[in-house]
């Protein structure tokens, strides 16, 4: 059998050998087959990145290029990852096993990204602001920060890393991104797109590696102008507090325990659908996942039936086959982390209706069977921890305050879904609920256009729309004396 192909960090617009020489496997977590091996980055790799980034942001070629030419090179960029969609999305299926057809419908979306962002490159501008004297010009500027740290997990690697790669290029920021240690292909690729579209060598550059050894370094590193994550709570905890102490700006986006609600009056068949994508689309793996599930009680047990129903009946099996309903967990870690919590669950009183075990589905992978938990309550672990998985936990409600109350006693506050043909209450609970995003009769719509931001410890600040910007840009204030008189006496006091 042939060694498998290498794939070297990209730095100053080309591939570059790591510095411990060393490389670490790359799974496909569907058959266990190693698909490539990737350069275990360091700190003196993430150095090197920083710094070409560093020269870049200053280069004239970048920094004086006008906002409308940076525009046309992130349309540039979108045109190439159209024409590269069907490997692009054949490469993360293979690497993190979700569906071929769900990476093709992400890669569908992608250059819809960069053409919204490239559109918005030359509409980043200040304002005069109307001090009280007259004559003075007080004007705002939006300037790009410099070097960006952009760290990404596994379950979506470049949709993850476009809603932070786009904005930050749209700005004139330069970027160092530190994919998951179980992804790094595709957002490589993407590192050469960048250069083929026309952006500088050193305007976006990857490091490859573990979270310790290269997102660390990276974190840590005095260059930095900001670090831009998505991931766990835990982690982005840990990078808040490193950027805090020097004082540069962090987006995180962390993790979720996101309610999906379906009250009495919903159309129960569409509910069930909207629960079923809402929790076992990805396998579970996804931020937003619908892990809890509140039914009102007079609709509770068909809901419970539908849902059961179809948890039961969906196809598992290699992601790249299109009959395929749902793929394996990204890496064997992630298959026991959530076989564990179905045992937990289990302990803590919970009854497994369907699914509840590990299976290899013939190929060798980390699959978990899609699973439902009831007789749950809100204070069991398995209901109040994230489990990244195919795990649905579904229980009654009565009332409308009951279920708001239930709903946001969550440490996170991500996206929650509520069904209903109620208007009135339709809105009332897009103001009760304490999560950033809101969907009603509907679960996991996203758009570039749409702001979206976590609350509570599912994140601090806004990805996409124009509400990102102000992430990716710093405020100046610049105040020009228009007076060509003499210059007052400080001590004479003014009026
Ligand atoms: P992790 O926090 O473990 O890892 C995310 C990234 O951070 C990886 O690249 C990881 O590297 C890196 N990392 C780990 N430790 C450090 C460190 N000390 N310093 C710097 N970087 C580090 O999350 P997962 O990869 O497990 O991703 C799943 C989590 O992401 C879930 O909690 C999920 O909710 C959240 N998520 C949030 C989304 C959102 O938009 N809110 C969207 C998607 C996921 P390595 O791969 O080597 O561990």
Not at 95 to 106: A, F, I, V
Not at 108 to 130: F, M, Q, R, S
Request: aromatic share 8%; charged share 20%.
């Amino acid at each position: 059998m042939s060694e498998p192909r290498k794939l070297q960090h990209f730095i100053g617009g080309k591939p570059v050998e790591p510095n411990s020489g060393e490389y670490f496997p790359s799974t496909n977590p569907a058959t266990r087959e190693v698909l490539y091996l990737a350069a275990r980055g360091d700190a003196v790799d993430i150095d090197a990145a920083v710094q070409s980034a560093a020269e870049t942001f200053l280069d004239p070629r970048w920094r004086d290029l006008s906002q409308t030419k940076r525009g046309h090179l992130l349309r540039r960029l979108a045109d190439l990852i159209g024409e590269n969609a069907e490997e692009l999305a054949r490469s993360e299926s293979l690497d993190n096993g979700k569906l071929l057809r769900e990476m093709r419908g992400q890669m569908a979306t992608l250059p819809e990204y960069y053409y919204y962002y490239a559109g918005l490159a030359d509409k980043i501008h200040g304002a005069v602001v109307p001090t009280s004297d007259r004559q003075v010009l007080n004007y705002t500027m939006r300037e790009p920060l410099g070097v960006v740290g952009a760290i990404t997990p596994w379950n979506s690697p470049l949709t993850l890393t476009t809603s932070k790669l786009a904005p930050a290029l749209c700005a004139g920021n330069t970027v160092v991104i530190k994919p998951s240690e179980y992804t790094s292909a595709t957002v490589l690729k993407l590192a050469e797109l960048v250069i083929e579209a026309g952006f500088p060598p050193g305007a976006v550059n990857v490091v490859t590696g573990f979270g310790a050894e290269a997102g660390q370094p990276l974190v840590d590193h005095p260059g930095l102008a900001k670090i831009s994550f998505t991931g766990s709570t835990a982690t982005g905890s840990r990078i808040a507090a490193s950027a805090a102490g020097r004082f540069i700006g962090s987006t995180l986006e962390l993790g979720g325990k996101s309610p999906n609600i379906v009250f009495d009056d919903a159309n129960v068949a569409n509910a069930a659908m909207g629960v079923v994508a809402g929790i076992f689309a990805a396998a579970g793996q996804t931020c937003i996942a619908g892990s809890r599930v509140f039914a009102q009680r007079a609709i509770y047990d068909e809901l419970l039936q539908l849902v059961a129903d179809r948890a039961s009946s969906i196809r598992m099996g290699n992601p790249l086959d299109e009959d395929t309903e749902i793929g394996p967990l990204a890496f064997e870690d992630q298959r026991d982390k959530v076989a564990s919590y179905v045992d937990l669950g289990r302990d803590e009183g919970a009854r497994v209706l369907t699914g509840g075990r590990a299976t290899d589905a013939g190929l060798g992978g980390f699959f978990y069977e899609p699973t439902v938990l009831v007789d749950v309550n809100n204070q069991m672990r398995v209901v109040r921890e994230e489990i990244f998985g195919p795990v649905a936990a579904i229980m009654p409600f009565d009332t409308e305050d009951e279920v708001v109350q239930l709903a946001n006693d969550t440490e996170y506050g991500l996206a929650a879904g509520v069904w209903t043909t109620n208007l009135a209450r339709a809105h009332r609970m897009a103001s009760r609920l304490d999560a950033g995003t809101i969907w009603v009769n509907t679960y996991r719509a996203m758009s570039p256009m749409s702001p979206r931001q976590g609350f509570k410890s599912s994140g601090v600040g806004v990805e996409h729309g124009t509400e990102t910007m102000k992430e990716y840009t710093r405020l100046k204030s610049v105040w020009i004396n228009t007076n060509e008189g003499p210059v007052p006496d400080p001590f004479v006091m003014r009026s």
